[in-house]
């Protein structure tokens, strides 16, 4: 999508006006911001890894941070374009149900082959509890901290044809019972306007 350098131009802020449920002036300081923090106009996945780090100091964020970025950077040129970004905080912070599960699919399909391996899904277990484990040490029941034991009790509940793998579909209707998956992936952060 092209790293943004310097001002904000018209075209990207027109695109991202119709693209995002951000206004005009949310962009023009959410930009500010990013060009503060990332003078060359992007972010490397290690910029990222390292601020998400920041945000979540109680876990290990990186292995998850690590998948996020593979989302998150839409054209794989191992940058996050202003553009990118603005997409990625819209779908998160502003995104449909809808939207955010369709990015949650992409996060557990590594290898972007529209299906969901066992190994996918044990990878991003273990990812996201690594982030999230040491809060949830005293609330979980064991077998929840173990991300293979955790894949196959995801795989028995969504996989009903037994494949092996989960197509969208099984994700979508799976991931609705799931507490975790469902509470990190699909409940809004912030009350939306």
């Known amino acids: 999508m092209g790293a943004s350098h310097g001002k904000l131009s018209a075209d990207?802020?027109?695109?991202?006006l119709k693209?995002?449920?951000f206004t005009r002036d949310e962009i023009v300081a959410?930009?500010?911001g990013f060009r503060m923090e990332y003078r060359r106009g992007f972010m490397s996945e290690k910029d990222f890894v390292h601020t998400y780090k920041r945000k979540f100091p109680d876990g290990d964020g990186v292995m998850l941070g690590n998948h996020?970025?593979?989302?998150?950077?839409?054209?794989?040129?191992?940058k996050l374009s202003f553009?990118?970004?603005?997409?990625?905080?819209?779908?998160i912070h502003r995104g449909t149900k809808e939207e955010r599960l369709d990015m949650a699919f992409k996060l557990y399909d590594i290898n972007g082959d529209k299906k969901i391996t066992k190994d996918e899904m044990t990878q991003i277990n273990e990812a996201m509890l690594s982030l999230v484990g040491p809060i949830?040490?005293?609330s979980a029941p064991e077998d929840e901290l173990n991300p293979a034991i955790r894949t196959k009790r995801i795989f028995r509940q969504f996989d009903k044809s037994h494949k092996g793998f989960l197509l969208f579909e099984d994700f979508a209707e799976g991931i609705k019972g799931d507490p975790i998956i469902s509470k990190l992936m699909l409940e809004d952060p912030a009350p939306r306007r």
Do not use: K, P, Q
Request: aromatic share 18%; proline share 0%.
């Open 12 to 16: 990207d802020l027109d695109f991202l």
């Open 19 to 21: 693209e995002t449920r």
């Open 30 to 32: 959410w930009h500010s």
């Open 68 to 78: 996020l970025f593979r989302v998150f950077d839409s054209d794989h040129d191992g």
């Open 83 to 91: 553009r990118e970004f603005m997409f990625s905080v819209n779908v």
């Open 136 to 138: 949830m040490e005293t």
